[in-house]
Structure formats: structure tokens, C-alpha cells
């Protein structure tokens, strides 16, 4: 229940848990002649749950007794669902964030692909791949082996057209920084540009405002540059092996929101696509551990991070 597990119940009571290796919580609920009563236990296992807590807990829910109304019209009903609903989220927010702390504190570095950037199966197609982590293929192993190459390869393979490739990709790069940092240095002539972002604005936070104004600008540079432009889903984080449910869940729900930004901004351009996966990706698509990746001592920040397969753009449709 809203990422909990039930740890106990009776007649007019239930207890809901859930724990780390540093905290225990419970939430009581109680019910006594109408009034529901809510109370929050917690336990600490190490002296980091006593310094998180505090600030969690300012933002936690208070227990609260409330008077059911005899009679509820359609409206209040829909007003009591909506207020129901943030309540469940703001349960779920001092989770979420003791899980980004751990999530955070277990992250493993993998280096960054070796070899050069850009390469030639043989012109003249011209394809650019721009954005975060997931463009610059951190994990692959092999420039070949990213994102980038294997969609080069693939398009070679099913038109015999000669295919230049070129990415520019950078970890942890929100809209923001694509904009102002990574878009100039877009070649110019392209036949299709790929951005791949959205992940980074989603873990940090950035409002969907933010993200309107950076993404329109963004998708206006590109098709002043390439002749069509594919802009990609944000990951499906609720789907990832290595990110804890409730967290997931609610990443998943903010790139919801972007991604609905996203659609309206590519309904309303020419030679402009968004993609999505047509089903969901068997288990070992994602990797089973967190990875980022150090940048090269001649950037200007850190490149990617999001391990890539293969056959990570195949699937995709418009």
C-alpha cells in the first residue's frame, strides 16, 4: 500500500512498514467511532537515519482526525479522490527520498566508451545522436557498441546507404546544459538528429516549465540542422532493476509529465517525431546495477551514464 508493506491489522487497526539498513518506519492507523487517526514510529539502525529523518520529517504528514459529511455531491467526491491521491504521494516522497540517498550512496563508476566520438561506416548519410547519459554510451565498451553505432549499423544494414555518425552526449546534461553546451556543437547538414534527454531534468527535479522552454528551443536548433529530428521517451524508470519501487515510481510519474510536454511539442513542428518502445523490454534489457561514468580529463564535465544494449533502438516507433 502506497510502496508500504502491511505488517499487521485487526478489526479497527492496520500497521504498515517498511525499512532500510539504516531506518524503520510505521504507520498506525487507527479507527475509533468515525475519526481516523494516523501515527508514525520510526526506528534507527544507524546514526544516518538520525540525521535524514529531521528534514524528512518536516514534510511528512501529520496524523489527523476528520468527520466524515453525511451526504457528498460528485464534485466533493472528486475533490476527496484528488486530495486522497497527493496525500499517498506525500507518503510516498520521504521514501523516495531515503531511497535516492541510498541509491546515491551505492552508484559505481564505469569508465566512459575509449575511442574516438564520431566515425564513418561510409558517407554520405549523416545522423547525430545529442543528449545525456544514455548518447554517449557509458558501459558499451565500444564506441560500435553504443546507442549511436548500433543505430548506424542498422541503418546501414537495412538500406545499403553509407552512414557518418556523430554524438555528443554528457552525463547528467539536463535541457539546460544540451542547450547552451552541447547543441553548438552539432554539425551542421544532418540527415537525422536523435536527442535522447528528459532523465537527468527528471532526477534533478527541474520544473516542466523549465523543460518546455529548454526542449523547444532545443528541437528548433536541431531542425535547423537536420533535414528530420526524433526525440526520445524518457526512461521508463519504474522498469529499472536497480532502482527501488517507490522511487521508481514516483521518477516515473514526473517523466510523465515531461513526456506529455514532449508530445506537444513535436505535434506541432514539421520533420518532427517522438518515440516510444512498443512493449516492454524483457529484464536483462536494463542493467541490473547503477553506473555513471568519470569525464575525460579534456571535457568539460562528465559525458554519460545509462548502459546501453544493442539493440536498444530497435523496438522504437513514432
Known amino acids: 500500500m502506497a510502496g508500504w508493506q502491511i505488517g499487521d491489522r485487526g ?16 504507520l498506525l492507523v487507527h479507527i475509533a467511532d468515525g475519526p481516523v487517526s494516523l501515527g508514525t514510529f520510526r526506528h534507527y539502525h544507524r546514526l544516518l537515519g538520525r540525521s535524514v529523518w529531521p528534514p524528512l520529517s518536516a514534510i511528512h504528514p501529520p496524523a489527523c482526525t476528520r468527520s466524515a459529511p453525511p451526504r457528498r455531491s460528485p464534485a466533493s467526491d472528486q475533490l476527496g479522490a484528488r486530495r486522497q491521491d497527493d496525500s499517498m504521494k506525500r507518503l510516498q516522497l520521504p521514501v523516495a527520498a531515503a531511497q ?5 550512496s551505492t552508484i559505481k563508476m564505469a569508465p566512459p566508451t575509449a575511442g574516438p566520438t564520431g566515425g564513418t561506416a561510409c558517407p554520405p548519410l549523416r545522423i547525430a545522436v545529442l543528449g545525456e547519459s544514455t548518447a554517449a ?16 549499423r542498422d541503418i546501414n544494414a537495412r538500406t545499403q546507404w553509407p552512414v557518418h555518425w556523430q554524438e555528443i552526449g554528457q552525463f547528467g546534461a539536463t535541457a539546460r546544459r544540451i542547450r547552451y553546451w ?5 554539425a551542421e547538414d544532418l540527415h537525422v538528429a536523435v536527442l535522447l534527454a528528459g532523465g537527468s531534468d527528471v532526477m534533478s527535479r527541474r520544473s516542466p516549465d523549465h523543460w518546455r522552454d529548454n526542449l523547444s528551443v532545443i ?15 524518457i526512461p521508463p524508470f519504474a522498469l529499472f532493476s536497480s532502482v527501488p519501487a517507490t522511487l521508481g515510481r514516483y521518477l516515473s ?6 513526456d506529455d510536454i514532449s508530445r506537444q511539442i ?31 580529463a579534456t571535457s568539460d ?3 554519460s551514464s545509462r548502459t546501453t544494449s544493442r539493440s536498444e533502438h530497435t523496438g522504437w516507433q513514432t
Do not use: K, Y
Open 11 to 26: 478489526d479497527d487497526w492496520i500497521r504498515l512498514e517498511a525499512g532500510s539498513w539504516f531506518l524503520a518506519g510505521n
Open 100 to 104: 535516492g540517498m541510498w541509491m546515491r
Open 137 to 152: 554510451g557509458c558501459g558499451a565498451g565500444r564506441p560500435d557498441d553504443a546507442i549511436t553505432g548500433c543505430l548506424a
Open 182 to 186: 552541447l547543441l553548438p556543437q552539432l
Open 219 to 233: 528541437v528548433d536548433g536541431l531542425t535547423g540542422r537536420a533535414d528530420h529530428v526524433v526525440v526520445a521517451r
Open 253 to 258: 510519474e514526473r517523466a510523465a509529465a515531461l
Open 266 to 296: 513535436c505535434a506541432v513542428r514539421p520533420c518532427t517525431s517522438r518515440v516510444t518502445i512498443t512493449e516492454v523490454p524483457p529484464p536483462h534489457f536494463f542493467a541490473s546495477t547503477v553506473s555513471t561514468c568519470l569525464p575525460p
Open 301 to 303: 564535465g562528465p559525458r
